[in-house]
């Protein structure tokens, strides 16, 4: 079946640090791919997606490029802040639309 | 323009007592869904509605859960008999559902525990 695989946190930053959490998938086909956040108290909100190889999703200065080759989808931003500490999870839909599957999340902490 | 609505946020029973979660999603999206997201973990999917019709139940324990969308709006997810395992966060998201990768937008969520 589909899975997705996320490293484990929780990660903790300071200010200004570069971030990347890793996101590989396991699904046949072609997936589209997401990276959702939860910041404390809120829902899930959608942050990035790309829905075919090479295509690269960005957001709020987060990024994630979609490699089928490896299949991964790894999150990266430049400099985060504290306002970025959450919840963080990949998901894939498969390429029939109708499984959607999430990570387990990884929870980021960014330290002024 | 108001986001997924659930009630309620926040409720505690003792195991063998039923309960039930409401969910009204975005106005005019066609699907919505229901997941389960225990501590740790991420959402799992319970059931996939498109309008009235439950289009994908296979994660449904259907012993106990049931859930129904009678007029293709609103959504109301039950368990009877809770067991203490049924503790998790129960989320509702919503999607217009024109293409399969249309944005789920997700409401707060409803914690229970189930002593």
């Known amino acids: 079946g589909n899975s997705v695989t996320q490293m484990e946190g929780p990660v903790t930053l300071s200010e200004e640090a570069f971030l990347t959490i890793n996101c590989t998938y396991t699904?046949?086909?072609?997936?589209?791919l997401f990276w959702y956040v939860q910041y404390p108290g809120e829902g899930l909100q959608l942050l990035l997606k790309a829905t075919k190889a090479d295509d690269k999703g960005s957001n709020k200065g987060f990024e994630a490029t979609y490699r089928k080759e490896t299949t991964s989808f790894h999150l990266e931003k430049g400099s985060v802040q504290v306002s970025d500490s959450a919840v963080y999870f990949c998901a894939l839909l498969d390429n029939y639309g109708q499984n959607f599957v999430f990570g387990p999340g990884t929870r980021l902490s960014v330290l002024p | 323009e108001a986001g997924v609505v659930q009630s309620p946020r926040y409720k505690i029973i003792e195991k063998k007592q039923p309960v039930a979660f409401w969910c009204n999603p975005i106005s005019g999206h066609n699907t919505l869904y229901w997941y389960r997201q225990n501590l740790g973990q991420g959402p799992e999917l319970l059931i996939r509605?498109?309008?009235?019709?439950?289009?994908?139940d296979s994660q449904l324990p259907k012993d106990r859960f049931s859930a129904e969308r009678l007029k293709g709006v609103d959504s109301t997810l039950k368990i009877q008999p809770a067991e203490l395992g049924d503790s998790a966060v129960y989320l509702c998201?919503?999607?217009?559902?024109?293409?399969?990768?249309?944005?789920?937008?997700f409401g707060p969520g409803t914690r229970l525990t189930v002593l």
């Open positions: 998201a919503s999607s217009l559902g024109r293409v399969s990768t249309d944005t789920q937008y």
């Open positions: 509605y498109e309008n009235e019709e439950a289009v994908d």
């Open positions: 699904a046949t086909g072609y997936p589209s």
